[in-house]
């Protein structure tokens, strides 16, 4: 007879429960985790459910999966289907509601295929008027595409990565690369130009491949999203943005000019954002290993984007899930506090002087705030910065709100509802004492995660 794992049936059971819509929710996991790495996200809100849909790729295959949620923490797989064998393995990517039915693109080989469905839960091949042929005067490929509605001038776009060159794949020296566009003929999907176009050049995208691009309009202002890879340890990279100018169309400015903003950090890998009933959230894959080598990881918190005067973008954890995720007050203190802290939530208020540097110590992480440099930080064990955002230098002094939630071994921070870090770190974050040093702690409070 095969011996029964007690303790790890406990565990099991533990980590699961039974949820409104059917199936199985990772209810004691804050950072959504399927037995197997989330691969490269896709959220959509379902406006007519209340509930978001979150399509995902599996890491063996890139097979499209979804999950729903009605409240972005608690994560219930679904079921979708495709009725048609002529669709790829990742028929649904970013969704684009159309009316009353649901399109997705992706590449396949010569153009970008479309998908087509009218509950987000059966799709089919629309026909190949829906396909977005590729520009091979200007590209010699491209993938993923991103579809989205030009109010502007009432036509249908595409942004997507694009290559001039890629000796990868033995196409040319080096990987010059672009991010293409292309729009439809008239405001239909069913008959588009090809994509000839660049919108913005990346000459080396061997240090710096743009994938995964999405490109909004948020208030009077166009954005550019796109992870750029090659950059760090986890090969695909961090969220950046592009700002455009203030009541112009896409096509009225140089994007090439624009400066290089950054949204997440290093460890929140192909983040993708998406409009939800009072605002926009962003999502992306926490990295499974500390120092890279792998593909996809758990899903991170949901963040809201917030857009400031100047058309500069912030982030903070959703409202919504930092309100249920915390127990009461477990340890409270103002330079230091002890307990067993084994998944928390702590928040810290303290003032930065001028010039001067502050650390929060949670087990093996350091979170450092410098305004003599404008470094936000995650260390590890002290000596290795392992996740960052560059702030303004001098910037920095006051006083500040931070948010730190430690769950095995990732840490999520959020300071002052405008920037937030997570890190995959290399031990896990239980501890038994948290302390500031460098500045005027007002108060530490620490609570257990429900």
């Not at 429960?17 to 989330?38: D, K, Q, R, T």
């Not at 890190?423 to 004492?433: K, L």
Request: glycine letters at 10%; hydrophobic letters at 35%.
């Amino acid at each position: 007879m095969k011996r029964i794992h007690w303790k790890r049936l406990i565990a099991v059971l533990l980590m699961t429960s039974i949820f409104p819509w059917g199936g199985v929710s990772m209810a004691e996991s804050l950072h959504y985790y399927p037995n197997e790495n989330v691969g490269d996200v896709h959220p959509f809100y379902n406006a007519a459910e209340d509930s978001w849909y979150m399509f995902y790729l599996r890491p063996n295959g890139f097979q499209a999966t979804l999950l729903c949620s009605k409240d972005m923490i608690h994560w219930t797989p679904k079921d979708i289907t495709c009725t048609s064998g002529q669709l790829a393995a990742y028929y649904v990517l970013g969704v684009l509601q159309a009316g009353e039915k649901y399109y997705s693109w992706y590449g396949s080989g010569t153009s970008m295929s479309a998908s087509e469905s009218d509950d987000l839960l059966t799709w089919h091949n629309p026909g190949n008027e829906y396909a977005i042929p590729m520009g091979y005067t200007t590209f010699i490929g491209q993938r993923d595409p991103y579809v989205f509605w030009d109010p502007d001038e009432q036509v249908y776009r595409v942004i997507c990565t694009a290559y001039r060159t890629n000796q990868l794949q033995g196409r040319g020296l080096g990987m010059k690369c672009a991010l293409g566009i292309a729009s439809t003929k008239s405001d239909q999907l069913n008959a588009w130009n090809p994509i000839d176009t660049a919108l913005i050049d990346y000459p080396d995208g061997l240090n710096g491949e743009p994938e995964c691009p999405q490109m909004l309009k948020i208030g009077n202002r166009w954005y550019v999203f796109v992870s750029l890879a090659r950059r760090h340890e986890n090969h695909v990279g961090r969220l950046s943005y592009y700002i455009g100018d203030e009541g112009k169309g896409i096509f009225e400015q140089d994007w090439n000019e624009k400066e290089e903003h950054v949204l997440t950090s290093e460890d929140v890998c192909a983040a993708q954002v998406a409009q939800g009933p009072d605002g926009y959230y962003l999502w992306g894959w926490i990295a499974e290993n500390w120092n890279g080598g792998s593909w996809g990881g758990h899903l991170s918190i949901p963040l809201k984007i917030s857009q400031q005067p100047d058309g500069t973008l912030t982030t903070s954890i959703a409202p919504a899930v930092a309100t249920m995720i915390s127990e009461e007050p477990v340890a409270t203190g103002q330079d230091k506090v002890q307990g067993d802290f084994s998944r928390w939530h702590a928040q810290a208020t303290f003032f930065l002087e001028a010039g001067k540097r502050i650390t929060f110590h949670c087990g093996n992480g350091q979170i450092v705030l410098d305004d003599a440099t404008g470094l936000f930080a995650v260390f590890q064990n002290d000596s290795l910065m392992h996740v960052s955002y560059q702030l303004t230098p001098g910037s920095l002094a006051g006083t500040h709100e931070m948010q730190v939630i430690g769950e095995e071994n990732i840490l999520e921070v959020f300071l002052d509802d405008q920037w937030s870090l997570a890190a995959r770190m290399q031990e896990p974050t239980q501890c038994e004492q948290m302390r500031i040093e460098g500045g005027q702690t007002t108060l530490i409070t620490v609570r257990n995660l429900k």
